[in-house]
């Protein structure tokens, strides 16, 4: 098969010709959207009379993140699938790069376009029955080599704070102030629990799994599973339900704790809360990626809101009760404002007539970044001056810049000369100011909030 295809659309020569020994001759491959930092590609494979539908996990570059390698990966989801877990069949591993072909397994992804209140909660349900029956597993009956042994929950959370220090040290010594004191807390506030230690999927719920005719197809990505507390899973379905909303959660919790036997901790779920977002923030530190290999939209308006999610967590429990800062006034309208207006409604008519699902939603993630552009180019300057008055009083003089003032202001966290709390003040006041400039491109992810446990 060959293709003369953009890059971020084309499969290498190598990765097919690999399908092709292991399998059989490839046929089509297109990249689909979703997948997060690693790729998603439909590939159809030559077999007798006709072709076989697979799925390929791939990252083009070896990675240095807090990813398992996708062989890892794909032994947490062979042990699973052994155990009798809804996971995708297993059929090759790249000996040498980050590819995995598995099953491609019918259903939709998105939770919240399910039309029909009664299929939602019946595929809600589903879900809760599939977690509760990993959570019921113990790491004896998985066997998971590549997941190391299991040992304590205590044990498992310090060894993830360390590797989250590591990924975040840079190579000067020094770490972004808030990752920072984010460790410091998570350190000295391990959960006193002693209970059952399970496989934790990590990034777990809507989104990360397929549902067909009310139940759920196939549970998917375990890049992040690991050992550990069934409330770290918690922690995360609930993130996850920020942004893909998942029925009324307090009833699937209730669910949960009948059929898994574990009981539900608030205190532990805001915990790994504030594990899940530092995660988040860290997962890779070697960079963004090559532009055009990702939504650029989708990243920005995911990365402002987990940035918002986590200052919301930590607000909580530190017990500060920080008020949301509003908006400064925005500039004068100069006179190329009127395009992005232009080119917005440009995409508004372009983007529905694209046959290709990537196409489709890449164009949507352009238009997310105009329009945070055009409110930036209006807000952003007085945004700028605001937080910069604000270093020159924590900091005691002015700094050169903004960019200046903010290492100035995670070298002061470090040596004490600011506190903790004044330090989350300062972050909390410029992610939220930084969040009210995101509102157009947000959309309805802009006024969603962690959700109720209880």
Request: aromatic residues 8%; negative net charge.
């Amino acid at each position: 098969m060959t293709t003369d295809a953009p890059a971020a659309l084309a499969l290498p020569e190598d990765i097919i010709a690999w399908i092709g020994e292991v399998i059989g001759p490839v046929v089509a491959a297109r990249r689909i959207p979703g997948g997060g930092m690693r790729q998603g590609w439909f590939v159809d494979i030559f077999e007798g009379d006709g072709a076989r539908e697979l799925f390929l996990r791939f990252s083009p570059e070896p990675e240095s993140s807090a990813f398992h390698t996708l062989a890892v990966e794909a032994e947490v989801v062979g042990a699973l699938g052994r155990a009798g877990a809804t996971v995708p069949a297993i059929h090759a591993v790249h000996p040498e790069r980050e590819a995995v072909l598995q099953d491609r397994v019918s259903g939709d992804t998105w939770f919240s376009r399910i039309g029909d209140p009664d299929v939602q909660l019946a595929v809600a349900k589903d879900f809760i029955r599939s977690l509760s029956f990993i959570h019921r597993l113990t790491p004896k009956e998985l066997d998971i080599p590549g997941l190391g042994p299991a040992r304590s929950a205590r044990e498992h959370a310090l060894e993830r704070i360390a590797a989250i220090r590591e990924r975040a040290t840079r190579a000067d010594g020094t770490m972004d102030g808030l990752t920072r004191l984010s460790c410091d807390w998570l350190e000295h506030n391990v959960p006193d629990y002693d209970g059952a230690v399970v496989l934790v999927q990590g990034d777990t719920g809507p989104g990360n799994f397929l549902y067909q005719d009310s139940t759920v197809s196939a549970v998917l990505d375990w890049e992040l599973s690991h050992w550990g507390d069934p409330m770290d899973d918690i922690a995360w379905l609930s993130l996850r339900t920020v942004q893909d909303t998942f029925t009324h959660l307090p009833d699937r919790l209730a669910e949960y704790a009948q059929l898994s036997g574990h009981a539900i901790d608030v205190d532990r779920i805001w915990y790994y809360r504030v594990f899940a977002e530092t995660t988040m923030a860290t997962m890779r530190p070697d960079g963004q990626g090559e532009p055009g290999t990702f939504d650029a939209g989708n990243r920005l308006l995911y990365g402002q809101l987990h940035r918002r999610l986590w200052l919301e967590a930590l607000d909580r429990v530190v017990g500060l009760g920080l008020p949301r800062p509003g908006l400064p006034e925005a500039g004068p309208v100069q006179p190329w404002h009127g395009q992005y207006d232009n080119v917005l409604e440009m995409l508004r008519t372009i983007t529905p007539r694209m046959e290709d699902s990537l196409a489709t939603q890449w164009s949507k993630g352009v238009a997310r970044v105009l329009r945070y552009l055009r409110d930036a180019d209006a807000a952003g300057p007085s945004t700028m001056a605001e937080e910069l008055a604000e270093l020159e009083m924590a900091l005691g003089d002015r700094p050169d810049s903004v960019d200046a003032g903010r290492v100035r202001l995670d070298a002061a966290l470090a040596d004490g000369t600011v506190t903790a709390d004044e330090f989350l003040r300062l972050i909390w006041n410029r992610v939220m100011r930084e969040d009210e400039l995101m509102r157009s491109a947000s959309g309805a992810l802009g006024r969603r909030t962690w959700p109720s446990l209880t």
